[in-house]
């Protein structure tokens, strides 16, 4: 098979392909009910343009077409040539039909005021087969999503805005729900959904957009909420925790006031009493605007409030474990008089009775039993006896 063969056999696959797409394009359900409707004037707007803008590339890949298959007729006319044709003649003549600009497609109408007298109404422009399939190529390719647009609009538009309906319903409740004190965004009614889907679908999609944005400030509503619940909670139990630091720091300071005297009392730190009502005031105060939905606001107080909570928490626990400390000291010299005495028994068994010791142990049990206890000097009465008691065992 020769060149100019094989160049016919392409065109000719290529004008079957282009055949049967058309074909099955302007055939297609879709494409008959909307052409009705045009014909009717059911459109308006938006797809009342884009719908004729569809019919008329169809039709123009028509004439198109017919254009495109007259060449490649005459190309396998020239072909096959005759018995007085030569074979690079039939070459030559194949090639100009199909790679030349053998094609004198209609183009604009050439306004009256720019012809000459014997110009035609309606221009022609020359091209070749290649450029005249390129240009029906983008037409088919307009007509056919543009077709697809209207029939998938038509389709789904109604389902598209109940679930639009659905969504903008949810987003409400959530927003009644938190109470949430911003504007709701309308939810305009679009008009005229079976004459302009394509609009309406616009329409849609910036209800969605809206609804998208919506939904955004919500979800970050919804967490400052509990992120200031949380917060809230948080700062109940410390207050709880610093109301029972400050009863414990009470009972330890009047038990230290019993054994040591009032200087033993007041040489202790403080518990942060004095905060508390500030603190349980200003809680009180976040809880109220978290009643009435102003979670930023709670959250930047519990920020602050937090801090002089943990400051607080650390100074009462401070302070009670001092008050504690004291008392737990009284007791452990308590613990060691008893300690001494049994080891004083234990020699007492072995050797002779000693006066010295009986005297420091009679002055040590008034002065455990004294009120304020001297702490000081009951140490050293202890160490004292401590050291007498080592003397003995020796």
């Known amino acids: 098979m020769s060149d100019v063969e094989d160049l016919v056999a392409v065109w000719q696959a290529r004008l079957a392909a282009v055949t049967a797409n058309i074909n099955e394009l302007s055939s297609a359900e879709s494409t ?60 030559e003549k194949v090639l100009a039909l199909l790679e030349g600009a053998s094609i004198a497609r209609p183009s604009k109408a050439v306004p009256l005021k720019n012809r000459t007298l014997l110009e035609a109404a309606v221009g022609h422009a020359s091209m070749t087969p290649a450029d005249l399939l390129a240009q029906m190529q983008s037409s088919f390719e307009a007509a056919r999503d543009a077709l697809a647009d209207i029939d998938g609009a038509e389709s789904t538009t109604q389902t598209e805005l109940a679930q639009l309906h659905s969504e903008y319903a949810s987003l409400d409740a959530r927003a009644s729900r938190i109470k949430s004190a911003t504007e709701r965004p309308s939810f305009v009614e679009l008009q005229g959904l079976q004459a302009d889907p394509l609009n309406a679908r616009a329409g849609m999609a910036s209800i969605g957009r809206g609804l998208a944005a919506w939904a955004t400030m919500l979800d970050r509503l919804e967490s400052s909420q509990a992120q200031a619940s949380a917060g809230l909670a948080r700062a109940k139990t410390a207050l709880a925790e610093l109301r029972g630091l400050s009863t414990a720091w009470q009972a330890s ?41 102003q979670w930023d606001a709670v959250n930047v107080g519990l920020s602050r409030i937090e801090v002089a909570l943990d400051e607080a928490l650390t100074r009462g626990k401070a302070a009670v474990a001092e008050a504690q400390a004291r008392c737990a000291e009284v007791e452990e010299m308590k613990g060691q008089f008893t300690a001494l005495k049994a080891k004083e028994r234990a020699l007492s068994a072995q050797l002779r009775r000693d006066v010295d010791s009986e005297a420091l142990r009679e002055r040590i049990s008034l002065a455990l039993a004294a009120r304020p206890l001297d702490v000081a000097a009951t140490r050293a009465w202890l160490k004292q006896y401590q050291n007498l008691l080592l003397t003995l065992s020796h």
Do not use: N
């Open 32 to 91: 008959k009910r909307i052409r009705i409707r045009t014909r009717e004037g059911h459109y308006t707007g938006v797809t009342k343009r884009r719908a004729e803008a569809a019919l008329a590339s169809l039709s123009s890949l028509s004439d198109d077409y017919l254009l495109l298959a007259r060449v490649v007729d005459e190309a396998l006319e020239a072909q096959r040539g005759g018995l007085f044709v030569s074979r690079e003649m039939r070459r």
């Open 253 to 293: 300071a009047q038990q230290v006031q019993m054994l040591l005297g009032a200087a033993g009392a007041q040489s202790l730190t403080h518990a942060p009493t004095d905060q508390l009502s500030m603190l349980e005031s200003w809680c009180d105060t976040l809880e109220g605007s978290l009643k009435v939905g």
